[in-house]
């Protein structure tokens, strides 16, 4: 909507009123007449008044996106309020959304490409144009690739926030250049995505990355309690979340919370489980064996929909197939056309009590009655269940042992469980055990119960999928990613399909190069050695996923140049020192550097301390899209350009502008591995997308609808949203559709964990990756028995308190903090410690501490709570921007003071994610002084008070030639 009306020019403002009037006064006492000292002024602009439009768009400043209308006035955007007609939303907006106007006409925002002039640190820049700036950095990008090679190029990559998600691993994929980290990857979603897949073919348990719906199914309701495991939603997605989960517990829903901290949703929940932090894998193994002990297990369910029955072979702990068992066998449900796969397994059949060949078919016309829980000889070899397997790691946790690991009262753990098991439920969970060493274990678990229960795709429970195209017409099958490397490159492996049907897409992408005049068999071999130059992939094989590495082993070759030499670093987002561990170690790698580009909207530490030239970004308010988090449940809006400042860019045409400044330094597009691969997410310019996006949308002309964007939200109805038992809808082979896993059905023994582990797999097909000879690649197929290194029940006298982390409502990861309104609410982070403990210690509410582990310290400000047991310590990352403001005496990069992540650590990793322990370490706290270079006080954050609301608004900087 474009409301455009005219309300009277104001004449002044409550402050120069105030000031006239004292001056009228003082003339007054002196004989003057007040009149006299008006200005007379342009009639027409007396008359004129302010135009004031109201324009719709979408807020995003976290990994979701609430639709917002903003209010502008002459251009300036003035106000930002709630779309009521947003499906979760319903009119709310969160701080986050709120202080956007604080961050578009921020003085920190920067407008113009800055060079730097002086050293690094010393935050000294001069402004340049865009044209030069895009050739520096592919002549600094060109210079390395001659003397060091593609691989000397080093990707920076964010988490689901602000500033783009998926452009720098499509740049990365472009460039042949394997190194890129992440702070929000291997420790933020990455585990949780790939077991969506590996154990159902779909989506995962992730309340917190909006994949746990039914919960909030608000029309047809039929859950009846959810099991919210480490999941702050509330802090998350305070303006969406927090408020469907109030609606949800209005109608009844109970909840189990299981949190070591008092989060919002523990304050409201029936049953809090406090667990001791990080023993979460002892707690999962408690409800195994409580669920199957009580038999309060979906039998049938496990019978015929998971691989729990199938007879694992010790050897290669993998499932028998049953032509391995019988040569002679002929599977009854295998395509005649050899294209998709629906392997035949081995059971323990009660029937006839032996071992029997288990086709894919409906449960009422198996052959076989499987055993769930049971051992069985095969080929002369006993051999368990992949239930048995599961029962044996469960059978020690009786409620009593759970109680005493996990330090939570048996009584109420039964409570909790029994809620869980008897009800239409399930487990939505959060990212907390995403950074740990037990990622794969806690997801693992957590989807295994519910696949145990029966508690998929059906009505009332959390692992389900959405929208019509859930539903398929043939038997399921799906790739790990959306970005076509089997097409274009032919390698990876589509699951669903047959091997002889992958070796034929394989082999199409070679001959489509070779019809080109290129080298198919090299350009293949070429993709998969730079997958294979994954730093830390040979240990670590499921980063492959989202093109990642491992933390350590980056930083060692920065520092030794082995094995190979990283020169030029492209960080394409804000700032690692606050969301990354080890930051001292970090900064004496980065200081190895050639040179490094950032692009941003603002400059943070990361840009103090180590960039050579900066490339400056849109807010979202400047930021328009059709695709790049544009969707909030069964809604996907029009993102309008509401104002443009400067030159502020467009990441994913900045990411493509300058990768084509390199092939032009490097002599051609054929000098990269693939030019056109880079047009996976990206684009040139505005006009080249506009027609992708207005398909998307249903109309005609972009550029025209996005002017009135309210009117094109595409709405997925309701009755479409949420559908049911795909997997019984019947398909073109006869056969019900299944799941779009290895063996069509649900994958608590989670087999693929088995073979990535051991080739790599699906990630390298037709190649393998080897694994280290003295490294164990042999990764957990079900949920086991692990602490942290460094956990609670170890007596550590010089340690004695243990750290965890959360999340607060008014940042997202490391935005925000130049956001004047939210530093006031919080201007420091709270170090959350029991009373009891800060008596002990000295501590009063509100004094400075400081924190320190065997790796490092930090400082915070106590925060007294019984939300956390004595002997624990919660506390947030944080960084200061105004460390290296012109008025600090001595600036600094500002992220040594109070960040936690200096305490924590990445020698220690989760075996199949690399995902870091970076929250679950043992600390020492103590009173301590404020420390220097921060601000506390309302007023001094004056300086980061809107100031360009004068700027003019300005077209976009690149257009189509």
């Known amino acids: 909507m474009e409301d455009k009306e005219r309300t009277p020019r104001a004449s002044m403002t409550r402050r120069s009123f105030a000031k006239l009037s004292a001056l009228a006064g003082a003339a007054g006492a002196v004989g003057l007449a007040a009149h006299g000292s008006l200005t007379e002024t342009d009639q027409a602009f007396a008359q ?97 690739v001659k003397k060091y090679g593609m691989y000397s190029i080093m990707v920076g990559a964010g988490g689901g926030g602000t500033y783009g998600n998926v452009f720098q691993r499509v740049t990365q994929d472009a460039l042949g250049a394997p190194v890129c980290i992440s702070a929000g990857g291997c420790q933020f979603y990455l585990p949780a995505d790939c077991a969506g897949q590996w154990m159902r ?91 199957i002990s009580n038999n309060l297990y979906d039998e049938e369910f496990c019978k015929y929909w998971t691989n729990y029955p199938f007879l694992i072979n010790p050897e290669t702990r993998l499932p028998w197939r049953a032509e391995e068992v019988w040569p002679d066998y002929v599977n009854p449900s295998a395509d005649p056309n050899g294209v998709y796969d629906t392997p035949a397994f081995v059971c323990f059949d009660a029937r006839t009590n032996s071992i029997q ?49 996990t330090w939570v009262d048996a009584d109420r753990i039964e409570e909790a469980v029994k809620l869980y098991a008897t009800t239409k439920s399930g487990i939505g969970t959060g990212q907390f055990a995403d950074m740990s060493e037990l990622s794969s274990n806690f997801i693992f678990g957590t989807m295994a119960l519910d696949m145990l229960c029966g508690k998929v795709d059906k009505p009332g429970v959390v692992l389900t999928e959405q929208k019509p195209e859930s539903r398929w017409t043939h038997r399921p099958t799906q790739f790990w990613c959306t970005r076509p490397y089997q097409e274009t490159f032919g390698v990876g492996w589509t699951v669903g399909l047959t091997l002889e049907e992958n070796t034929r897409r394989s082999q199409a992408a070679v001959d489509a190069w070779n019809a080109k005049g290129v080298d198919g068999e090299k350009k293949r071999q070429d993709f998969v050695d730079y997958q294979r130059a994954r730093l830390g992939s040979d240990r670590h094989k499921a980063v492959h996923q989202w093109q990642l590495n491992e933390l350590a082993p980056v930083r060692e070759a920065l520092l030794t140049g082995e094995p190979y030499k990283i020169s030029v670093r492209w960080e394409q987002v804000g700032n690692k020192y606050c969301t990354m561990s080890n930051g001292e170690e970090w900064n004496q790698a980065y200081a190895t550097l050639d040179y490094c580009i950032q692009q941003y909207p603002m400059m943070t530490s990361t840009t103090f301390e180590d960039v050579d030239l900066f490339l400056p970004l849109q807010e979202w308010l400047e930021f328009e899209h059709g695709s790049e988090m544009v969707t909030q449940f069964n809604q996907t809006f029009m993102r309008k350009q509401i104002v443009h400042l400067g030159e502020t860019a467009d990441p994913f045409i900045v990411a493509t502008q300058l990768v084509d400044r390199l092939c032009e330094k490097l002599g051609g597009d054929d000098q990269i591995l693939d030019r056109d691969f880079q047009f996976n997410g990206t684009y040139r310019t505005k006009e080249d997308i506009y027609p992708e996006w207005a398909k998307a949308f249903g109309v005609d002309d972009w550029e025209e609808a996005v002017q009135h964007s309210e009117d094109h939200t595409v709405t997925v109805p309701i009755e479409d949203l949420y559908q049911y038992y795909q ?27 088995v073979l990535n582990g051991r080739y790599g797999f699906p990630y390298m097909f037709p190649f393998t990756q080897d694994s280290p000879d003295d490294y164990d690649t042999e990764y957990d197929a079900v949920c086991t028995y692990k602490e942290q290194s460094e956990n609670m029940l170890d007596d550590d006298p010089d340690y004695p308190f243990y750290l965890t982390t959360g999340r607060v409502a008014h940042y997202h990861h490391t935005t925000l903090r130049n956001a004047p309104y939210s530093r006031e609410l919080m201007p420091v982070p709270d170090c959350r410690i029991n009373p009891r403990d800060a008596e002990k210690l000295g501590i ?105 609301q004068s700027e003019p608004n300005t077209e976009e900087v690149f257009h189509r030639a």
């Open 727 to 753: 997997y019984l809808d019947i398909v073109d082979d006869g056969l019900p559709a299944g799941f779009a896993t290895l063996s069509r059905k649900c994958e608590p023994y989670v087999t693929m964990a």
């Open 844 to 948: 009063e509410h509100g004094d400075w501490v400081r924190l320190w582990s065997r790796r490092g310290e930090t400082r915070g400000r106590a925060y007294l709570t019984e939300g956390v047991r004595p002997g624990v310590v919660m506390m947030e990352r944080f960084y200061f921007p105004e460390s290296y403001d012109e008025t600090q005496k001595n600036p600094s990069g500002g992220w040594r003071q109070c960040n936690v992540n200096l305490m924590a650590r990445d020698d220690v990793v989760n075996p199949n994610f690399a995902s870091a322990s970076w929250r679950g370490y043992r600390i020492n706290i103590e009173k301590s002084e404020k420390p220097e270079g921060i601000w506390v006080e309302p007023e001094e954050f004056q300086p980061f008070m809107p100031t360009l």
């Open 48 to 144: 004129s008044g302010v135009e004031r439009v109201k324009h719709h768009t979408v807020c995003h400043n976290c990994y979701n996106n609430c639709p917002c209308w903003v209010y502008t006035e002459d251009g300036v955007a003035v106000k930002i309020e709630g779309d009521e007609n947003g499906t979760l939303s319903k009119g709310a907006l969160c701080t986050k959304c709120l202080n956007q106007l604080h961050l578009v006409y921020s003085p920190r925002h920067v407008l113009h490409p800055m060079k730097r002039v002086g050293e690094r640190g010393t935050n000294e820049w001069e402004a340049i144009s865009w044209d030069e700036a895009l050739d520096l950095a592919a002549e600094q990008m060109a210079t390395a």
């Open 357 to 405: 060949p288990f086709p894919f078919t409906l449960p009422e016309n198996s052959p076989v009655d499987p055993v769930v829980f049971t051992t069985a000889v095969v080929n002369g070899v006993e051999c368990p269940t992949g239930g048995q397997i599961q029962w044996q790691e469960a059978e020690p946790w009786t409620l009593e042992k759970t109680a005493e690991v």
């Open 201 to 291: 073919g779909g989506s995962n348990n992730r309340h917190e990355g909006n994949n746990a719906r039914e919960m909030w199914n608000a029309w047809n309701p039929t859950m009846e309690a959810v099991v919210l495991w480490g999941a702050q939603t509330s802090a998350s997605g305070a303006a969406y979340a927090a408020r469907a989960n109030a609606d949800m517990r209005e109608r009844g829903i109970k909840t189990i919370v299981v949190d070591p901290y008092f989060t919002e949703e523990a304050a409201k929940a029936d049953i809090w489980l406090p667990v001791r932090p990080m023993s979460d894998i002892a707690m999962l193994l408690g409800w195994f064996n409580y669920i």
